[in-house]
Each structure stands twice: as structure tokens, then as C-alpha cells.
């Protein structure tokens, strides 16, 4: 670990896929980050390892697209993605009786009753090189009293052309702070998501192939917590005894296809018993 200055430390980690830069980055924030406690910390936990990052991924749909040690089952990895893209717990924002006060999706879909998704899709099929395509999440008049604000704060996309002229749509997120261990996969999937609906509403729009291009996440605090230390190191061990393609699986696997069906059973449950949980 570096001698912490008082200069919180800003990093750079790049690759092809999301599980390659995702590691890369949990391994760079453990060995370099700054000692600093944080608003949840319980009085006996250590303060958390912490840093600026930016994560830049030139594939995210390469495969292989998942990593079998994030912290949460492919099921609910299915249900985040169509949380985010599909709005399909929007349903559940209730701030008055101490429930959710957003999603992703309701911020990005429906801010003030503004569709800023469908504002960036129409933008960019308008004026192809418009460096406004632009969504935010924050509502400094609410968020900032609550317990639980947003931590993505900003999508931007733009689209550029390859050797081909063919167009590709660049995205970067911009996010306040971030559980780099059990909540950063998960976001950097579902989002990569929402840049193939933006690619695929573009395409129809402008009758041309959009492709995804590459996704860039910006974190101002992206942490380790002392909370779970202990269970970190596990993960470190993995890394250090099992190979590459050992920790990894193709998203198109009969075992991640399967648990993706049974997410989307869940989600039908939900709707039919009005059952609450958060994934």
C-alpha cells in the first residue's frame, strides 16, 4: 500500500472485458488505497480502502462477460439488469413510507416526468457528433437529506465511426461513490446493457448498425469497506490460486442462462405476489 499524503489516490485500469477490468481494479484499490472511514462504518470496523478510479473497457460485450466471484447470485445479476434497463422495480419507490426513493431506471427514464434515455437516442440520431447526449440522475432539492442517495450521478454517450464508417457509440458513467467489491460488477453490467438499448434505439432511428463501442465508469469514491475485510481476502486468495479462465464465465453458459431464467421467474413472482426485497 502507498503512503497516504492526504492525496486520495486517482487510478487508471483498462482491458477488453468487464471481469478482467473489474478485478484489475479491486486488486488496485486494495494495494493502493487511501485509509478512510466512511458514513456507514460501524464503530469496531476498519476504515475502507479507497480511491478515484476510472475503469475503461474496450469490449464490454466480449465474453467472457462475467465474473463468478461477485458478491451476489446470477439471478439477481438478471434482476439488476432489468432494473435498470427495464424499470421492473420502479413500482417499488415509496419515500413516504420509508421504501425506495429511486431507481436507476426512474432517474434515467422518467426525471420530472423526462425521459433523458430517449432524449440522448433522439439526439444523437439527429446530430451524430452532439456532445450533449447527456442523463442525470441527482435532485439536489431531495437527495441529499436521504439515507440512501444515488450513486451514479451522470451517463454521457457520443457516437464516433471505425475504419469503416460504421458508427459506435461511446459511453462514460460518472458515479458520486461506489462499493467497488459487491456493487460495481453489477452496475458496469446493467449499464453496459442500457449502452446496447441506446445503440439499438439509435440503429433503428437512423436505419445504420450501431455498435457498442467502449464504456468508461469514473468513480469519485470507489471502496473497499472495512466491513468485510475478511471476506475480501478471500477473493484475493482466488485470484492468486485459480487461473483466469478458471473465475470467469461466458454470459451464453447453460449455467448463467439458467439462472437468468430464474431471475426472470422471480420477477414474475413479484409481480403476482407483490413480494419486496432488493438485489
Same mark, same amino acid.
Given at each position: 500500500?502507498?503512503?497516504?499524503?492526504?492525496?486520495?489516490?486517482?487510478?487508471?485500469?483498462?482491458?477488453? @472485458?468487464?471481469?478482467?477490468?473489474?478485478?484489475?481494479?479491486?486488486?488496485?484499490?486494495?494495494?493502493?488505497?487511501?485509509?478512510?472511514?466512511?458514513?456507514?462504518?460501524?464503530?469496531?470496523?476498519?476504515?475502507?480502502?479507497?480511491?478515484?478510479?476510472?475503469?475503461?473497457?474496450?469490449?464490454?460485450?466480449? &465474453?467472457?462477460?462475467?465474473?463468478?466471484?461477485?458478491?451476489?447470485?446470477?439471478?439477481?445479476?438478471?434482476?439488476?439488469?432489468?432494473?435498470?434497463?427495464?424499470?421492473?422495480?420502479?413500482?417499488?419507490?415509496?419515500?413516504?413510507?420509508?421504501?425506495?426513493?429511486?431507481?436507476?431506471?426512474?432517474?434515467?427514464?422518467?426525471? &420530472?416526468?423526462?425521459?433523458?434515455?430517449?432524449?440522448?437516442?433522439?439526439?444523437?440520431?439527429?446530430?451524430?457528433?452532439?456532445?450533449?447526449?447527456?442523463?442525470?440522475?441527482?435532485?439536489?432539492?431531495?437527495?441529499?437529506?436521504?439515507?440512501?442517495?444515488?450513486?451514479?450521478?451522470?451517463?454521457?454517450?457520443?457516437?464516433?465511426?471505425?475504419?469503416?464508417?460504421?458508427?459506435?457509440?461511446?459511453?462514460?458513467?460518472?458515479?458520486?461513490?461506489?462499493?467497488?467489491?459487491?456493487?460495481?460488477?453489477?452496475?458496469?453490467?446493467?449499464? @453496459?446493457?442500457?449502452?446496447?438499448?441506446?445503440?439499438?434505439?439509435?440503429?433503428?432511428?437512423?436505419?445504420? &448498425?450501431?455498435?457498442?463501442?467502449?464504456?468508461?465508469?469514473?468513480?469519485?469514491?470507489?471502496?473497499?469497506?472495512?466491513?468485510?475485510?475478511?471476506?475480501?481476502?478471500?477473493?484475493? &486468495?482466488?485470484?492468486?490460486?485459480?487461473?483466469?479462465?478458471?473465475?470467469?464465465?461466458?454470459?451464453?453458459?447453460?449455467?448463467?442462462?439458467?439462472?437468468?431464467?430464474?431471475?426472470?421467474?422471480?420477477?414474475?413472482?413479484? /409481480?403476482?405476489?407483490?413480494?419486496?426485497? /432488493?438485489?
Amino acid at each position: 500500500m502507498t503512503e497516504n499524503k492526504g492525496n486520495i489516490p486517482v487510478l487508471t485500469v483498462s482491458g477488453k @472485458t468487464i471481469p478482467e477490468v473489474w478485478e484489475k481494479s479491486l486488486i488496485e484499490t486494495w494495494s493502493k488505497g487511501a485509509i478512510l472511514k466512511t458514513q456507514y462504518d460501524k464503530p469496531d470496523d476498519p476504515p475502507s480502502r479507497d480511491v478515484t478510479m476510472v475503469m475503461v473497457i474496450e469490449e464490454p460485450f466480449a &465474453e467472457p462477460r462475467i465474473h463468478k466471484n461477485f458478491p451476489a447470485g446470477l439471478e439477481n445479476l438478471e434482476i439488476y439488469r432489468q432494473e435498470v434497463v427495464n424499470g421492473v422495480h420502479d413500482y417499488w419507490i415509496n419515500p413516504k413510507e420509508g421504501k425506495w426513493t429511486y431507481t436507476y431506471h426512474k432517474r434515467l427514464f422518467d426525471y &420530472e416526468s423526462f425521459d433523458q434515455i430517449t432524449y440522448i437516442i433522439n439526439s444523437l440520431s439527429k446530430t451524430d457528433y452532439t456532445r450533449r447526449a447527456n442523463a442525470i440522475t441527482w435532485i439536489p432539492t431531495a437527495d441529499p437529506q436521504t439515507d440512501d442517495p444515488p450513486c451514479l450521478q451522470r451517463v454521457w454517450c457520443r457516437l464516433s465511426y471505425d475504419e469503416n464508417n460504421a458508427p459506435v457509440l461511446n459511453m462514460n458513467t460518472n458515479w458520486r461513490s461506489r462499493d467497488a467489491y459487491k456493487a460495481a460488477f453489477m452496475n458496469i453490467f446493467a449499464l @453496459t446493457d442500457l449502452q446496447r438499448h441506446i445503440a439499438e434505439e439509435i440503429s433503428k432511428k437512423i436505419k445504420k &448498425e450501431v455498435k457498442v463501442g467502449r464504456y468508461v465508469d469514473f468513480s469519485d469514491s470507489y471502496h473497499i469497506y472495512g466491513s468485510y475485510f475478511n471476506e475480501f481476502k478471500k477473493f484475493l &486468495e482466488s485470484v492468486e490460486k485459480r487461473s483466469f479462465e478458471s473465475r470467469v464465465w461466458d454470459s451464453k453458459d447453460e449455467i448463467v442462462q439458467s439462472a437468468f431464467e430464474e431471475g426472470k421467474k422471480i420477477l414474475d413472482r413479484e /409481480r403476482t405476489t407483490g413480494e419486496i426485497g /432488493r438485489y
